[in-house]
């Protein structure tokens, strides 16, 4: 992957920016809306499954949210452009990546070792159409390297008693992700639906729990992302660019 083939892009906060390879995997809204629905303290340490380019770390960095933030990416070319991303918005010192598989995270950072977790998992399940495994574009949206299972099980792992869980995915998975975090001990706290325009049907989901959490769960009002105009609703051209930004 040679520097003129990478696309350098605005995250529309302090002045941060991107360098993305279109051949591989850009983000997308769904990277947006789960930094904006994550909460993390300035000293809390967060560990973010699946990081690609380093995208969350950033934008929760550029958001003021987390203290030391760790990208965790299977790819090690994704990864090394992380920590290209990183030293270009000169956040190194905060953010790190870490290239390995996110199903051996337990054993490479400890067990009980974070406040938060964050991850935008592959979304679609295997055995649904054709997929090449070697390519990019097909690791970040189809579970070839890691399962949701996978993904819920890292998470309860790693997570301290107490900890978060903040993650986007697909309205037909809701069923299946709300089993599997009871089911490895992430009591699930709040959803919010994300829809493309009033009345269509959901798009996106986002899901927060809590590791040793209790039972009570909250579903916050829809998110729209687009009004009758075509342009983004007020509250998502917030998301993205905050109140004083334009």
């Known amino acids: ?30 990277a947006v809306l789960l930094a904006d629905f994550a909460a993390a303290g300035k000293t809390e340490r967060v560990l973010d499954l699946g990081t690609g380019n380093g995208i969350l770390p950033l934008l929760l960095d550029a958001r003021d949210k987390g203290g030391e933030i760790t990208g965790l990416e299977l790819q090690e070319e994704a990864a090394g452009l992380a920590a290209e991303n990183f030293a270009l918005n000169g956040t190194q010192e905060r953010l790190k990546v870490c290239h390995g598989d996110l199903k051996n995270a337990a054993a490479f950072f400890g067990r009980a070792s974070f406040d938060v977790v964050v991850t935008n998992p592959p979304y679609h399940e295997l055995g649904r159409g054709m997929v090449n495994p070697e390519n990019a574009k097909s690791l970040a949206r189809h579970e070839i390297s890691c399962t949701l299972e996978d993904v819920l099980q890292t998470a309860a792992a790693v997570l301290k008693l107490h900890g978060r ?10 069923t299946e992700i709300l089993a599997g975090m009871e089911r490895v001990g992430i009591a699930p706290r709040t959803l919010r639906f994300v829809h493309s325009h009033a009345g269509d049907q959901a798009s996106l989901l986002l899901v927060s729990g809590m590791r040793g959490g209790g039972k009570e769960l909250r579903v916050a009002p829809p998110l ?23």
Do not use: S
């Open 224 to 246: 729209i992302l687009y009004g009758e105009d075509g342009k983004y609703t007020p509250e998502v051209y917030e998301i993205y660019y905050g109140k004083n930004e334009t």
């Open 165 to 174: 869980f903040y993650m986007v995915h697909r309205p037909k998975r809701l």
């Open 1 to 30: 992957m040679g520097k003129q083939e990478l696309r350098l892009d605005e995250l529309w906060r302090k002045g941060y920016r991107i360098l993305q390879d279109p051949d591989a995997f850009c983000f997308g809204v769904d």
